[in-house]
Each structure stands twice: as C-alpha cells, then as structure tokens.
C-alpha cells in the first residue's frame, strides 16, 4: 500500500510542472504592435477583435491588418486619426484572428508596414 503511494506522488510531481508549462488555447493572451511615430495596432486577449490607434497628428491614418481563420484578410482603421478613441471591429466572417500587422500612410495606402504577427 505504502509503495502505490510513492508511485502516485512521484508521478504527480513530475507531471505537474510539464502540465503547467504546455501552451493551450485556454492560455491565449491580447498583443499589441508599435508602429514607431505612426500609431498602435492590438487584437483583444480571445482573438475576436482588432484595433488601430493613430496616434501622431500627421496626416497620415493607421490600419491594422488581420487574418482569419476561416480565411479571410481586412482591416480596421482608426476613423478620427491622433484624436482621442480608436477603431476596433470584430474579424469580418467570424472566426477568430490568427494573424495581424500594423500599417500607415496618407490617403489610405500603407506607405509602411510592419511584418506580420501571430496573434
């Protein structure tokens, strides 16, 4: 009986910091991405919303790009440029976002980019 114990605790203690480290979807987490002098790109900690904030008074608007996982590439943008509030919308099909970037440029173009993102 004594031995059965020893087993069950041995194992338990080697199993737990293996169970704790291991990554799942429960452990998901929101990131943001800097555009340096542009504005903020960000997707929400359960992947069901991106946003874009501008936020240098330039002229130029901010967009953050995303993909999906039904398939889908768009963009939200922040409507009010370095004004106070940013845009956010939920990923266009449903789905969640699997990837995103941040771009900028006047007159709706992304004069620059940063690279993609896993979300």
Known sequence: MLRRHRFALAATVFAVPFALAAPGTAQAHGTCVPLPDRGTGCVNTSHTAASACDSNDEGWGVRTWYRTSNGITDHVGDANGASSGCG???????????????????????????????A
């Not at 789905?95 to 993609?116: H, K, L, M």
């Open 88 to 118: 956010s919308e939920p990923p266009l099909g449903g789905g969640f976002i699997t990837s995103y970037r941040v771009c900028a440029g006047p007159n709706n173009t992304d004069r620059e980019c940063s690279q993609w993102f896993t």
